[in-house]
DNA sequence: ACTCTAGGGGAACGATCGTTCTCAGGGCTA
DNA sequence: TAGCCCTGAGAACGATCGTTCCCCTAGAGT
């Protein structure tokens, strides 16, 4: 076992325990014993854990955008229907329990503040996606319902966890339609 | 000193640093300090940081929606736009940090249940005031709107809190108008 | 004045955490 | 085969946590 499947372990643990319990309540050995990896090879790889909570929330960064954005690529009719449609699917996976990102926010934003930023990364990545479905819509403001989208999207991720309803993504799925509708030139134009 | 007198100094305290800092983060002795009662009050109050946790949940919960429906109360014309404007000064307050509950629930919903139900009670009960705004207007399915007015709140909310920009309040407040008037008889009649 | 008791300050305890250190073993080269 | 270095297993360390315990003082009641 070298290094880089050393890595690809721990990171894999480091997904499946953090998100699922929290950050502060997984302890080192129990990440090593998930990677099936030793101590020495765990502090080989990084340093610290706080390197590991970063590499984890970097990791699953990419993961989740690129699993969205190809969903939409396959939904190229109603692209911003389909996020939510994608929304609904995550919510309803077992172990479902919200943004990792807003959990790490709510855990350690205020205390570490390397982990506050990768939050600010992730969720403006987020954004700039849903802009780039909105540029492609002819609305009078687009960063007004680039906005709205997000907190759309926000609001759905967490409040499908606490509710434990995934049918929440239903509703901010109209909820987007309507307001997509309501924002197009061509809509405020006619009326 | 008395009990009662120590029971609200701990939860000032508690309010406090378990917002701005999270709970884990807070040890007992620096509650303690920061209510300025001893330790043998502090397990003579609550016998457990549990306890107090649980404690500090549901007073911040009473205290947040009753602030929301005075400010509610005393704007009567706009009800629902006035609950995004309450939302924005909140956002704007200094140490805002996002809502508690989520932030409370990403840190421990998984590990502590009683810390679980408490957030979805706080959840319920907002959207059960929503509801209560919307059954005031005349709308086609009261379930969906105030679903999705309680998205907004959540999702600006959180999303404030990350991007730091208590401005989203005012996206959120357009779209809940947005969306309250897609919704009512009376528009969807005369189309 | 003496006793009794409640309360404050803070040491102590046991558990757990992140991190480092020790040591034995096993594959490599000479 | 002998020496060497890397690795794995896990003990050890120091810090910190929640909680309990001890000791001393101060004030009320007789």
């Known amino acids: 076992m070298d290094v880089d499947e050393a ?16 950050i502060q309540a997984v302890g080192i050995d ?7 990896i030793s ?3 765990l502090y080989q790889v990084f340093p610290a854990k706080q390197q590991i909570v970063e590499a984890y929330l970097r990791r699953r960064d ?7 954005a190809e969903y939409v690529a396959d939904h190229p009719d109603d692209p911003i229907p389909a996020v939510f449609d994608w929304l609904r699917e995550w919510f309803a996976e077992p172990g479902f329990r919200g943004c990792a990102f807003v959990n790490s926010f709510g855990e350690l934003g205020s205390t570490e ?20 479905l909105v540029a492609e819509l002819d ?4 960063e007004e319902l680039t906005d709205q989208l997000w907190l759309l999207l926000v609001g759905s991720s967490t409040g499908a966890a606490i509710a434990g309803d995934p049918a929440l993504a239903d509703r901010a799925r109209r909820a987007a ?3 997509a509708k309501a924002a197009t030139r061509e809509n405020s134009v006619s009326l």
């Open 7 to 22: 890595r690809v372990k721990l990171l894999d643990a480091a997904e499946e325990l953090f998100y699922e319990r929290g």
């Open 62 to 68: 990419g993961r989740w955008r690129a699993r969205l």
């Open 139 to 142: 609305v009078t403001d687009p």
């Open 39 to 41: 101590l020495k090879r």
């Open 113 to 132: 503040p390397g982990i506050a930023d990768v939050v600010r990364a992730h969720h403006a990545a987020v954004r700039e996606f849903l802009a780039g």
């Open 30 to 36: 129990e990440l090593r014993a998930g990677a099936g």
């Open 177 to 179: 339609q309507s307001l």
